[in-house]
């Protein structure tokens, strides 16, 4: 069975500031790709990023990045420069064997001023 | 954006109504997808298909059934509601290395 999980069910940060999201996950497939969505009060699913399990290189898309690593099957998304507009849920999603997406709880992150 | 549109955006019915929501996509992927999202739960699978009229169940299937009878429709129902299918619906598109795409999502409410 795949599995995720985001152990951190709210999160908070200053403006400006970097702050770091954990996602675990599990599968048996060798080939596979991980997602970190985030969800806006307006309830819209947004991609931030994404990474091929194949490629040793961690993603980056402007102030977003992840921290992937493959034996431990850890998954973190950093945010730098923190704006207001931050403040969403973000999930951590799997996509391994099937083409079903199996994604994890969520983490509500909240941005102070 | 990817063009997915989920009708109706919101609906109340009454516990023991059959209720369909549908998912119609402009993109021709090949993959779809009904989703619900709670408060706690992240989103789970309902359902999902790989092709027209090609279904599989996801993890909470019980009390839902799909149809797929063109590339572009993915039609949820619910046979008789429960106020336990209360809850936000998504449906979702992807393609064989792609990410999955949203819609806007439709909140359901069974009183």
């Known amino acids: 069975a795949q599995t995720v999980t985001q152990s951190q069910p709210e999160m908070s940060v200053q403006e400006a500031e970097t702050v770091t999201l954990s996602c675990t996950y599990d599968?048996?497939?060798?080939?596979?790709?991980l997602f970190w969505y985030k969800q806006p009060p307006s309830r819209q699913m947004i991609l931030v990023i994404r990474?091929?399990?194949?490629?040793?290189q961690n993603a980056t898309e402007n102030r977003f990045s992840v921290n992937f690593q493959k034996a431990a099957k850890s998954f973190s998304l950093k945010i730098s420069d923190s704006q207001l507009g931050d403040a969403a849920m973000y999930f951590c999603?799997?996509?391994?064997?099937?083409?079903?997406?199996?994604f994890g709880t969520g983490t509500r992150l909240k941005v102070l001023a | 954006d990817a063009g997915i549109t989920q009708s109706p955006r919101h609906k109340v019915t009454e516990t023991g109504t059959p209720v369909t929501l549908r998912c119609h996509q402009t993109?021709?992927?090949?993959?779809m997808y009904w989703y619900r999202q709670d408060p706690g739960h992240g989103l789970r699978l309902i359902h999902y298909?790989?092709?027209?009229?090609?279904?599989d169940k996801g993890e909470v299937s019980d009390g839902y059934s799909v149809s797929r009878s063109k590339t572009e429709d993915f039609l949820l129902t619910l046979e008789s509601a429960t106020s336990s299918q209360t809850s936000v619906y998504f449906c979702?598109?992807?393609?064989?290395?792609?990410?999955?795409?949203f819609g806007q999502g439709t909140r359901l409410t069974v009183v």
């Open positions: 990474q091929e399990a194949y490629k040793q």
């Open positions: 599968t048996s497939e060798s080939d596979y790709y």
């Open positions: 999603a799997l996509r391994a064997g099937t083409y079903k997406y199996i």
């Open positions: 979702a598109i992807s393609e064989e290395s792609s990410e999955a795409f």
């Open positions: 298909s790989y092709g027209v009229k090609d279904t």
């Open positions: 993109e021709n992927h090949r993959y």
